[in-house]
């Protein structure tokens, strides 16, 4: 008999180590490692408008007054104050299925660098053309540098034109990023299937 309690209790002990374990690498299919970004994590600062108008300003070498409105209305979409940033370039093409390459740096409050990101994506439509732009993208619910890179699917709502700015949106997971891009019309991203950032730059956009 006390056998057998020796043995029920050394299963129970493993059982119950074993729980612990999952419960330390995964939080909802996620590892716990505290560099990991995980959506507790919602601590970092957020940018005011005035700052991003003068950010914007000087990284798309526009008036203030031109980016102004587009961020005003970025806000008013989204409810909240960005906690990040990227500024970069980019190059676009259609010709039916299209591509888009970019090269930018991620700013946020907490970093005491920025951090380099590259994104590309592809898109089925009927547009056939290529441009060069400059881009200002502003970023809700990004509370850790590392959750930018990830793909995000689709894009919701069509892009709009103010003051001959182009803006969209791309949300993935929570995170939700509005770039503004000069000179590049109405195809400003509303035909676009899907983006990926990642930490290097990638020939195939998948």
């Known amino acids: 008999m006390h056998r057998r309690q020796l043995i029920l209790s050394g299963l129970a002990a493993t059982a119950g180590t074993v729980g612990l374990s999952a419960?330390?690498?995964?939080?909802?299919?996620?590892?716990?490692?505290?560099?990991?970004?995980?959506?507790?994590?919602?601590?970092?600062?957020?940018?005011?408008?005035?700052?991003?108008?003068?950010a914007g300003s000087r990284e798309l070498g526009i008036a203030a007054e031109a980016i102004g409105g587009a961020i005003e209305r970025i806000f008013a979409d989204n409810g909240d104050r960005p906690t990040a940033y990227i500024a970069g370039e980019e190059a676009a093409g259609a010709a039916a299925i299209g591509l888009r390459y970019g090269r930018g740096a991620l700013h946020m409050k907490d970093l005491s660098a920025s951090q380099e990101v590259f994104w590309q994506g592809i898109?089925?439509?009927?547009?056939?053309?290529?441009?060069?732009?400059?881009?200002?993208?502003?970023?809700?619910?990004?509370?850790h540098p590392d959750m930018i890179y990830r793909r995000y699917p689709g894009v919701e709502g069509t892009a709009y034109l103010i003051g001959g700015l182009g803006v969209n949106y791309q949300r993935a997971d929570g995170i939700v990023l509005a770039p503004i891009r000069t000179g590049v019309g109405l195809r400003a991203g509303a035909n676009v299937g899907s983006m990926a950032y990642s930490r290097q730059r990638n020939i195939l956009p998948f």
């Open 23 to 54: 419960c330390a690498t995964t939080n909802n299919g996620q590892p716990s490692d505290p560099n990991y970004p995980i959506r507790s994590d919602q601590n970092a600062q957020a940018y005011t408008a005035d700052e991003l108008v003068a």
């Open 123 to 143: 898109s089925i439509g009927w547009d056939i053309g290529g441009n060069a732009s400059r881009v200002f993208t502003l970023v809700y619910g990004l509370y």
